[in-house]
């Protein structure tokens, strides 16, 4: 059989999004690069009109090119162990995938299969966000977290230590790349529920609300995560640029919240907000 392989160059800041547009037209297996992501298909003639909708869509706010290659069929786990490094969090967390074999021992490790380039702790948000949860005390409490992607936040907050953890997508393979996740860390009792917020069924409160997602959807929906938090509960923003913190801000204190901390990393940025 031979396969497509799309190999996309452009800004760090707008890989996810991009990845998000493309997913919605049936690509569901990306691979991180230096330049940008790779992505497959497994049609050689497959129609590459959607994918040129998404460039032109998005090629005035940044540079973006892509090129197509066909190949047989090749063994695609030697792919990601050449595309894929591990990665390690303040020097206590370990995010690595199951081929990789690391002689040193850490606090925290975290089991990603590299099927997709967001939340495998590469971006800078997701690494800024496990550095928060790092610093709190999450034994015996209750995280919900939204826009779940690989589900590596779920499985930070259960290995940290709380007991209760909600997970949610609007994707269905984020949901399903996060269920594999779950279980490559033998992590059985995450609840996991794909669909906007506002549309889902999510019991009680929760001591922890996390939400990595971006800025324009944050800014849309902080209202909604307001009645998740318990008294004196945390939500944890990031997925915007320093330059756009100010703008989270004002929506928090506007809803009520107050701003706890932050913390910037290659101009993304992480908000801790109390309730």
Same mark, same amino acid.
């Given at each position: 059989?031979?396969?497509?392989? !799309?190999?996309?160059?452009?800004?760090?800041?707008?890989?996810?999004?991009?990845?998000?547009?493309?997913?919605?037209?049936?690509?569901?297996?990306?691979?991180?690069?230096? /330049?940008?992501?790779?992505?497959?298909? &497994?049609?050689?003639?497959?129609?590459?009109?959607?994918?040129?909708?998404?460039?032109?869509?998005?090629?005035?706010?940044?540079? !973006?090119?892509?090129?197509?290659?066909?190949?047989? &069929?090749?063994?695609?786990?030697?792919?990601?162990?050449?595309?894929?490094?591990?990665?390690?969090?303040?020097?206590?967390?370990?995010?690595?995938?199951?081929?990789?074999?690391?002689?040193?021992?850490?606090?925290?490790? !975290?089991?990603?299969?590299?099927?997709?380039?967001?939340?495998?702790?590469?971006?800078?948000?997701?690494?800024?966000?496990?550095?928060?949860?790092?610093?709190?005390?999450?034994?015996?409490?209750?995280?919900? &977290?939204?826009?779940?992607?690989?589900?590596?936040?779920?499985?930070?907050?259960?290995?940290?230590?709380?007991?209760?953890?909600?997970?949610? &997508?609007?994707?269905?393979?984020?949901?399903?790349?996060?269920?594999?996740?779950?279980?490559?860390?033998? /992590?059985?009792?995450?609840?996991?529920?794909?669909?906007?917020?506002?549309?889902?069924?999510?019991?009680?409160?929760?001591?922890?609300?996390?939400?990595?997602?971006?800025?324009?959807?944050?800014?849309? #929906?902080?209202?909604?995560?307001?009645?998740?938090?318990? #008294?004196?509960?945390?939500?944890?923003?990031?997925?915007?640029?320093?330059?756009?913190?100010?703008?989270?801000?004002?929506?928090?204190?506007?809803?009520?919240?107050?701003?706890?901390?932050?913390?910037?990393?290659?101009?993304?940025?992480?908000?801790?907000?109390?309730?």
């Amino acid at each position: 059989m031979k396969y497509l392989e !799309i190999k996309f160059e452009l800004p760090e800041e707008f890989r996810d999004i991009i990845i998000a547009e493309l997913s919605n037209y049936g690509f569901d297996t990306f691979l991180e690069t230096s /330049i940008g992501f790779n992505t497959y298909a &497994d049609n050689p003639e497959l129609n590459l009109f959607p994918i040129e909708k998404v460039v032109n869509a998005y090629i005035d706010l940044c540079p !973006i090119t892509f090129e197509t290659t066909t190949f047989p &069929d090749k063994n695609w786990n030697e792919e990601w162990e050449k595309n894929f490094e591990p990665i390690v969090v303040e020097e206590k967390c370990l995010v690595r995938a199951p081929f990789h074999k690391i002689e040193k021992s850490y606090s925290l490790e !975290i089991l990603i299969q590299p099927k997709m380039a967001f939340g495998t702790g590469h971006h800078s948000t997701t690494y800024l966000m496990i550095q928060e949860m790092m610093k709190m005390d999450l034994k015996g409490k209750s995280v919900l &977290d939204l826009g779940s992607g690989t589900g590596i936040l779920a499985i930070a907050a259960v290995k940290l230590g709380a007991t209760k953890v909600w997970a949610t &997508d609007i994707n269905e393979w984020s949901i399903n790349n996060s269920q594999g996740n779950f279980e490559l860390n033998g /992590i059985k009792d995450i609840n996991l529920l794909c669909g906007q917020i506002n549309e889902l069924e999510i019991p009680g409160q929760f001591d922890f609300v996390l939400a990595n997602i971006n800025r324009n959807v944050l800014l849309d #929906e902080i209202s909604s995560y307001l009645p998740k938090m318990k #008294e004196n509960g945390y939500l944890i923003l990031s997925g915007f640029f320093e330059e756009d913190q100010a703008l989270i801000e004002n929506c928090v204190i506007k809803n009520g919240l107050q701003v706890d901390g932050q913390s910037i990393r290659n101009d993304w940025s992480v908000l801790v907000c109390k309730s």
